[in-house]
């Protein structure tokens, strides 16, 4: 089988989804699994809701939007539209009863209840539109198939129960589902992190022994800079898988970092390739005996921060020390280090708000100093390069460099 999978932007309007339509009868749709993002920018929408109802403030104003959003669509999208209408509302009215009946309090379970109705939502559109334009598909509720622990907007996927059940899956038909999300054993809503469609993807990949995968993008592939902060930048035909690990690890959002692993496990190729030009073979990511050093990679992370820990006058050295630190950094994504016999600096992302626990804790034995919103420049395959270009009129809080890896961080 092959797996496509296509984000919220080949979505973000009806336009898009008839493209999308016309993309999937070009290249091929027969067994095949499509796993589908939320449309446009509905999970930011959806998170607006989860911020509000927590505040106890009344969220139904920003619903209704979104819904009224998602009706417009199946307006333009259908002939006659109430069935299709119908559809949609069981979900949103599922929205509203948890809303109103629920009484469990944790911040993270019921952002997942809520934000994860916007797959559910966007993939009943899509294959309704797909099955009336006569490209059949089979709708599937991705809730049935990925099975997690509790671990609230950050699931661990059961991969035993996982496997077993995609495992089902007839491979000779094709099916459409939702990408970020699965459930836990209490068949509640869990999502797998921001960007999570992709890990979906890679996931049915695994678990079919698929042929390929495909990830469908407003992009032509994979180039070694973001254009918007670079200006020169290269397309790039194929990478390794430790290269496309490196470049998602450091901050690059053309793939989710946990979707390479299962496909490098079975050597499943990724193709990286753009819903506008759907002939073009884009960028391949695959197994390669020897990863080329031609390109040099350019990655760029905002709002970083830079925390520093130095030894107190009562402490005679940091090592004594350092485990207690490390202790602390399991649900923290590090960056960068940088060590010595007095101070330790990382420079550090802070998804779930976990570094005022560290502080707390550690401000007894260590100074601590803390910087928000500092930039990452990371410079992969690293040759002689100007950094002027992008230090200008910004101050050097911290350079690294190493044989293949050059990284800065820098404060306006």
Known sequence: MKIYKFGGSSIKNSKRVKNLSKVIKSVGYKNTVIVISAIGKTTNKLEKVVNTYFLKKSPYIFLFEIEKNHLKMIKNLFFNKNYYVLNILFYFNNIYFFLKKNNILNYNFIYDQIVGAGELISTKIVSDYLNYKNI?????????????????????????????????????????????????????TTTLGREGSDYTASIFSYCLNAKSQTTWKDVPGILNADPKVFKKTTFLKSLSFEEAFELSYYGASIIHLNTLHPLKKKKIPLYVRSFFFPKKKGTLIKKKKQINFKNSFFILKKKTILLSFFIKKNFLYLEKNISEIFNFFSKIKILLIQYSSISLT???????????????????????????????????????????????????????????????????
């Open 136 to 188: 059949k598909n089979i709708w599937i509720d991705c809730r049935n198939f990925i099975k997690t622990d509790n671990c609230f907007r950050e699931a661990h996927v059961n991969w035993k129960q996982t496997k077993k059940k995609i495992k089902k899956l007839n491979k000779k038909f094709s099916y459409l589902t939702q990408g970020f999300i699965g459930a836990d054993n209490n068949y509640y």
């Open 346 to 412: 990382v420079c550090l992302e802070d998804k779930f708000n976990n570094i005022m626990n560290i502080i707390l804790n550690l401000k007894n034995k260590f100074i601590i100093k803390k910087i928000n919103n500092v930039e990452l420049y990371t410079i992969i395959h690293y040759k002689k390069y100007n950094e002027k270009n992008f230090v200008k009129n910004k101050k050097i809080l911290l350079r690294q460099i190493n044989f293949d890896t050059a990284q800065w961080v820098l404060k306006k």
